[in-house]
């Protein structure tokens, strides 16, 4: 059974850093694509970056330049370090995976973890 279990998050001023993990458990697969999604409440969730089993990335715009996504193949972990924050990065962070681009891309991934908050205050 494949597990997604994240960490990190919380709270940070404006132009601070936080950063997530998402360590995952029971995957079958060689390949992989996983990374993170987010979501305000009344608005439509958006893939913030992912990162696949041959090291390909992708950002959304609104990110770029100011959050990395690493992993540690060895450990199943996926990495995203986010720095200066923006008060409209204020959303909860998914973290999810699957072994293709496709879902991912479409926006339905096969697994999830259990989401984790990220607040950002002026």
């Known amino acids: 059974q494949v597990q997604l279990v994240e960490s990190g998050g919380g709270s940070v001023q404006a132009g601070g850093a936080l950063s997530l993990s998402c360590a995952v458990s029971?995957?079958?697969?060689?390949?992989?694509?996983m990374g993170w999604f987010r979501q305000v409440p009344g608005r439509a969730r958006e893939a913030v970056a992912f990162i696949d089993s041959i090291g390909s990335i992708r950002y959304s715009d609104s990110v770029k330049g100011r959050f990395t996504i690493s992993q540690d193949k060895a450990k199943r972990t996926a990495y995203l370090q986010m720095n200066s924050l923006k008060l409209e990065d204020t959303a909860i962070y998914y973290c999810?995976?699957?072994?293709?681009?496709?879902?991912?891309?479409?926006?339905?991934?096969?697994?999830w973890g259990q989401g984790t908050q990220v607040t950002v205050s002026s």
């Open positions: 029971g995957w079958p697969h060689t390949t992989y694509c």
């Open positions: 999810a995976a699957d072994q293709f681009w496709s879902p991912v891309i479409k926006g339905q991934p096969k697994h």
